[in-house]
């Protein structure tokens, strides 16, 4: 490994990039984290932690929810098994929707209709929408 | 963008003139999601980027963070709340890292 100047990193990385006029929302799940990354705009954005599964993401433009970490993505998906055998249903070859990980997470804790972390949950859903994960999930 | 400004620009500017170093994660939440946590290097940064990749300045009352892992990785960079008694250190930082070095 060799090391390269600030100004030379810099256009490396502006290399790798996409102008944000084609961006497209992504969701991707990466095994080695075990973890489902979501971005819907290619706003900057702050994290905050809604509970122990997810981390959202508000825009720092809008103050929007715009994306989510999902951490231990195989230990709620065999929890929800156990709990809730037709859960795997929702899952083909791999691949689950994130609306349907959202909704299973809000139907299985005891969150109060008006709570923030539901009125969360809700907006991630909505924002999620039919945005499929890439990658395929190491629990199934 | 805006993502590749701030992972070209601002991490390097952060881990070069941190204003503050912690070293010790105890939030699961800031730990690496490949291996071991190690440090968190704080600054405000000179420039935040829009989406479009152009400058602005930084947001008022957050900082930002560069976490690095047990091999000297950085694995995590994001903007955080600042504190309200030091604009230069993230929200929670008594809670939240084992020692200050920086």
């Known amino acids: 490994m060799s090391a390269i100047a600030n100004d030379e990193f810099a256009k490396r990385m502006m290399l790798l990039a996409q102008p944000a006029e084609q961006f497209k929302p992504t969701a991707t799940y990466d095994p080695d984290g075990d973890c489902i990354e979501f971005l819907a705009k290619p706003d900057a954005f702050f994290a905050e932690r809604v509970d122990d ?3 959202v993401y508000y825009s720092q433009e809008t103050g929007e929810v715009i994306g989510s970490l999902i951490k231990d993505v195989s230990a709620f998906c065999r929890d929800m098994f156990e709990r809730f055998p037709g859960f795997r249903i929702e899952i ?3 691949r689950v929707s994130l609306q ?3 909704l299973a ?3 299985t804790e005891r969150f109060a209709r008006d709570d923030l972390t539901t009125l969360t949950y809700r907006k991630l859903i909505e924002v999620s929408g039919e945005t499929p994960i890439e990658g395929e999930l190491s629990c199934v | 963008m805006g993502h590749a400004k701030e992972c070209g620009i601002i991490v390097p500017a952060i881990l070069q003139h941190p204003t503050a170093v912690f070293e010790g994660l105890r939030q699961d939440e800031d730990e690496d999601r490949r291996g071991y946590g190690w440090r968190c290097y704080c600054g405000i940064p000179k420039h935040a980027y829009h ?3 152009t400058a ?3 947001y008022p009352g957050q900082v930002y963070l560069v976490f690095v892992n047990d091999e000297h990785v950085a ?3 994001r903007w955080k709340k600042a504190a309200d008694d030091d604009p230069n250190l993230p929200v929670g930082h008594e809670a939240r890292f084992r020692k200050r070095l920086l």
């Open chain 1, 105 to 107: 997470r809000l139907w």
């Open chain 2, 51 to 53: 989406s479009d990749g």
């Open chain 1, 92 to 94: 083909q070859a791999g």
């Open chain 2, 75 to 77: 694995y995590n960079w």
């Open chain 1, 100 to 102: 349907h990980i959202f």
């Open chain 1, 53 to 55: 599964l997810v981390t």
């Open chain 2, 56 to 58: 602005r300045s930084p």
